[in-house]
């Protein structure tokens, strides 16, 4: 099975920081990423897919990008409703299986 | 805007049988996505579970196979999960969603979860 690392675990920043999280994964997957965020109480939301492609309604300060094995997460200007976890997912087509990283804890300094 | 509600117990004992429905609200269950359900342990990561399409062909977690079965109900616009042998493992917060159309690599559109103990 193909697994996922995050990069920090967890990162303190302040408002209008560059922020920047990074997912491995064990082997190359090509594009076949997304990224999430979750915040408590409220349901996930997609940000990214096909690790550079923004979801419709995504604030634009979000981005993504990598390809194979290595794959980022950047906001540019973080903001205060941006505190959240972030986590990365991939797909494995055989057997078909979803698998996410551990996530990326963001929080403001 | 399509939206999804999960429903079920919020308690549940050790070895009985789990079973959570999803609403899909605005929306149809048989929209041609695939829809799947992931769940979150109490300080833990996030977890596929399976995915169903609307004509009820299925794929699950390898781990959780053997105690795992979901279904379409064309009818009530849902599906639903089932997983037996419940341990306190199984302890989490169980989120449907549903999967994009046409690209089923990614889920574009989540419930609120519902927080499933398993507890005697």
């Known amino acids: 099975d193909i697994q996922l690392t995050q990069s920090p675990s967890f990162l303190s920043a302040s408002v209008g920081d560059r922020v920047t999280v990074t997912c491995r994964a064990s082997q190359g997957i090509s594009n076949y990423l997304a990224w999430y965020q979750l915040k408590p109480g409220e349901a996930p939301q997609l940000l990214i897919y096909a690790a550079s492609t923004l979801q419709t309604g995504v604030p634009s300060r979000f981005s993504g990008s990598g390809s194979g094995t290595e794959f980022t997460l950047t906001i540019s200007g973080l903001q205060p409703e941006d505190i959240a976890t972030y986590y990365c997912q991939q797909l494995s087509s055989y057997p078909r299986l979803f698998t996410f990283g551990p996530g990326t804890k963001v929080e403001i300094k | 805007q399509m939206q999804l509600q999960e429903s079920g117990p919020g308690l549940v004992k050790p070895s009985e049988t789990l079973s959570l429905t999803c609403a899909v609200l605005g929306g149809s269950i048989s929209s041609g996505n695939w829809w799947s359900w992931v769940r979150q342990s109490p300080g833990k990561g996030l977890e596929w579970i399976g995915e169903?399409?609307?004509?009820?062909?299925?794929n699950y977690n390898p781990s959780l196979k053997s105690r795992v079965s979901m279904s379409v109900d064309k009818s009530k616009n849902q599906f639903s999960l089932r997983l037996s042998s419940l341990t306190a493992a199984d302890t989490a917060v169980y989120y449907c969603?549903?999967?994009?159309?046409?690209?089923?690599?990614?889920?574009?559109?989540w419930g609120l979860g519902t927080l499933v103990t398993v507890s005697s």
């Open positions: 969603a549903r999967e994009l159309k046409n690209i089923p690599y990614y889920f574009d559109s």
């Open positions: 169903i399409y609307q004509s009820g062909s299925t």
